[in-house]
């Protein structure tokens, strides 16, 4: 008996409910990894589900779970696969469940696209269309914080006369990386490298899809961890627009992986709607902070210097 979970986190699953061939599915790698750290089992972390000849499909969904979007397009995709049999492991009401179901078997092989697409631009850059997908950070528009950051780092760049190494932190879509990388293209100082990371894959996906579409240079990478291995010091720019929903454990990731990859005299750029919450966090990673306000949102400013001691040791 071959099972795929879907939608389930590491808190939510059972022993009884990994016996046997079960496969867990995510889509973000945070999760794979948690899962793996309590569980023996197998877990894969792609942006769609994995065909396979599956006897059943849990999927674990609810309101307060995902998107009604993201809910109905894994629903599809769960329906698309054809399992011998799909059971719905609804949180939340029993209305809102029927209405859910009613979508997809009212007609179960109409297929739908979730694909958004809209427009974003800095001052003196190109309007770029981006496409999202139901999961990915601010599927449909722009975030006002992620365009702040674009629009006070294109600004700050816009005097360099070298190609500058660029990290996007938390890329989302790419909206950050993207139109920093086609301002400076247009100003025929286009980035020597540009490297874009996020720990949801289907963030990642968009993110390429993106970079072909603007024809711009660069690797998307999957991780939730800063990739340590690649953050060598050889970066010029690092830009994150990091989530906030966890007491700013996730931003000092960031901030963290910035320190690690920047190069000494290698800025750093994060974006919040607090600075007073951001500060003393960036603060424990670089020596000075400057905030410069935004849209509502205040852009946080950094150079790495070796030097820099904090708590009695030197700044890796
Ligand atoms: C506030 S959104 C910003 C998205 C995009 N940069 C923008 O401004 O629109 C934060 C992003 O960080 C990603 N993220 C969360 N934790 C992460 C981690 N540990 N490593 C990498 N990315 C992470 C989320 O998936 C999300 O796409």
New binding site residues.
Partial sequence: MKTLLVGYKAADLKAKMLEGDVTCHVL???HRHAIEKVWHAKCICTPHLPAGDWDLVKFRTGPKIMSGELSLDLLQEVYALKPGKIELDFVGKERDRNSLLEKIKSDPERVRSFRAQWPASVPGGEKLMFSSYPG???HRR??E???A??EIVTRELSASAVPLSIL??????????FLIASYLTAKNTPPSKLVL????SR?VEAAQENAEKFSIPAEVIL????TPQRMDGSFDVF??????YSDYR?AE??LE?ARRALKEGGVCYS?CKNAAGLEPVQKRYFPEVEIIPRRGYAVLKSVKRQSFIQDGKKGC
């Fill in positions: 973000d790698i945070y990915c950070f601010c722009l975030d914080g992620g365009l950051l674009a996007d932190m938390g890329c989302g879509s790419g909206l950050v990386g990371v996020d720990s949801h963030a991780s939730d961890n800063g830009v994150g627009n990091p989530p906030y996730i990731v960031f992986t974006v």
